[in-house]
């Protein structure tokens, strides 16, 4: 077996200078005994091999498992030195050394060509991460929900909720950035703090954003006018006045584009979505409506009428009617485009926060501290992101002969401990 650690820890510290990177994180300790960067170091490998808890990366150190990567003949730490430098860690820093390695990647070339016919996309979407009912385990920025319980009585919930954006369509599906939805706020306003955070580190982070019906409101849109981008926003609701104004003008109107469709596009030959189903389409398209209020500029609207089928084109479902409003116009991004858009928006929820949920400890508890609880999230996301770059830009082969993820971090994991060359000093 090749030394996969080693590929995977020359490959982070040369191509996305993470050992300068960690080194920049400005440690709030007074005199400490283990050095910062060991402790982001020694986490980030942890959560790319499963050890999704303070405790198991404390059995982990006590048993040497980390000692060659590091460079160290004894590496001191435990799970109590774990927590109380995440509390002091400058966790804007961290967020800062995503934007780097996004950056570096887009520099890279990783999108070139685009993630959905031509276009990088991103998608928002929000999250709940974790729910406690303990008083004693909550911090200060937990929200708060009140539940009636069918015997009368009532139960508080403590719950954090994140707003994220990822990378949507052709993977990687990079995770751009986290915002904190905090007390007494909505969706709606930790997605515009997290959309003006994007473009003031990196303003050409993509050109496409698309959101859920729950993010349809006048100042998301208007945001996204501003940063000189398009929005494409899935709209449920008929009562909204553009709505009521699109299917009138609808009506009674054949479909401007009625064709079969897959979720896979022609741009791209590795993309491996749509291979089971595929889609009798119907799609009914306008624009220049200026009903939406509050909005800046004249809306297009699109009426989605699809209906899922096999290979023989038999119809496995009834008809599903939908809306969906864009920014854009006809001659900027096609109608079938839009349409992909609409289902691939769904990589953030079921690959994005699934696999984050079911296979990288993003909902562990692990020190619940306001500052540590996000310090946590924003390391889980860097080793996210770079076992994704690894696995598709460095190991491409891995995802052409489809060998899985878990195979690779298996193979991590198990050459992790042979390692000869120093995390600190790859050579």
């Known amino acids: 077996m090749k030394q996969r650690a080693l590929q995977f820890v020359n490959y982070v510290s040369k191509v996305y200078g993470l050992v300068q990177q960690l080194n920049s994180v400005k440690d709030g300790r007074v005199n400490p005994q283990v050095p910062l960067k060991q402790i982001l170091a020694t986490i980030i490998l942890s959560i790319i091999v499963n050890a999704h808890s303070f405790h198991l990366m404390e059995s982990l150190l006590k048993r040497q498992y980390f000692n060659k990567v590091l460079g160290k003949k004894e590496v001191k730490g435990s799970a109590d030195t774990f927590g109380y430098a995440l509390e002091r860690a ?9 934007y780097h390695l996004i950056r570096t990647a887009r520099y890279g070339k990783v999108f070139q060509g685009g993630t959905i016919d031509g276009f990088t996309v991103a998608a928002v979407d929000g999250t709940e991460v974790l729910r406690i009912r303990s008083e004693k385990w909550r911090c200060e920025k937990c929200r708060k929900t009140v539940r009636t319980k069918d015997d009368g ?30 007390p007494g ?53 008929e009562n909204y006045h553009i709505i009521q104004d699109a299917a009138g003008l609808f009506a009674g109107r054949s479909p401007d584009y ?10 791209y030959d590795e993309d491996r979505a749509g291979q089971k189903y595929r889609y009798l389409v119907k799609l009914w398209d306008g624009e220049g409506f200026e009903s939406w209020k509050g909005v800046k500029a004249p809306l297009r ?38 349409w992909r858009i ?11 926060f699934h696999d984050l949920k079911t296979y990288w400890g993003f909902g562990h508890g692990y020190h ?14 860097i080793a996210f992101n770079l076992l994704n770059l690894f696995y598709y830009r460095r190991l491409h082969h891995y995802y052409t002969l489809k060998v899985g993820k878990k195979i690779l971090v298996w193979e991590i994991a198990v050459s992790l401990c042979l390692v000869e060359s120093s995390f600190f000093d790859p050579g």
């Not at 009625?258 to 741009?267: A, E, I």
């Not at 989605?304 to 496995?316: D, G, K, Q």
């Not at 619940?368 to 996301?381: C, G, K, N, T």
């Open 90 to 98: 400058d966790v804007n820093q961290l967020k800062k050394i995503n």
């Open 342 to 352: 609409l289902h691939r928006r769904w990589d953030i929820e079921n690959k994005t």
């Open 258 to 267: 009625d064709k079969v469709l897959s979720l896979k596009s022609s741009w």
């Open 185 to 237: 706020e909505g969706e709606q306003t930790a997605a515009l703090r997290l959309l003006r955070d994007l473009y003031r580190e990196q303003c050409r982070y993509a050109d496409i954003i698309t959101f859920d019906s729950l993010y349809a409101g006048a100042p998301v849109l208007n945001e996204v006018l501003e940063q000189n981008k398009i929005a494409v926003i899935r709209v449920k609701k």
């Open 153 to 182: 009585s009532t139960q508080i919930d403590y719950h954090e909720n994140l707003v994220g954006a990822s990378y949507v369509g052709r993977p990687p599906n990079l995770i751009l950035g986290l915002e904190r939805i905090l």
């Open 368 to 381: 619940h501290e306001e500052e540590a609880f996000m310090a946590m999230r924003w390391l889980i996301v």
């Open 301 to 338: 609207v699109l009426k989605v009428e699809e209906t899922r089928v096999n290979h023989r084109l038999e119809a496995l479902d009834n008809p599903l009617i939908t809306f969906a409003v864009t920014t854009a116009g006809k001659d900027t991004v096609p109608a079938e485009t839009v």
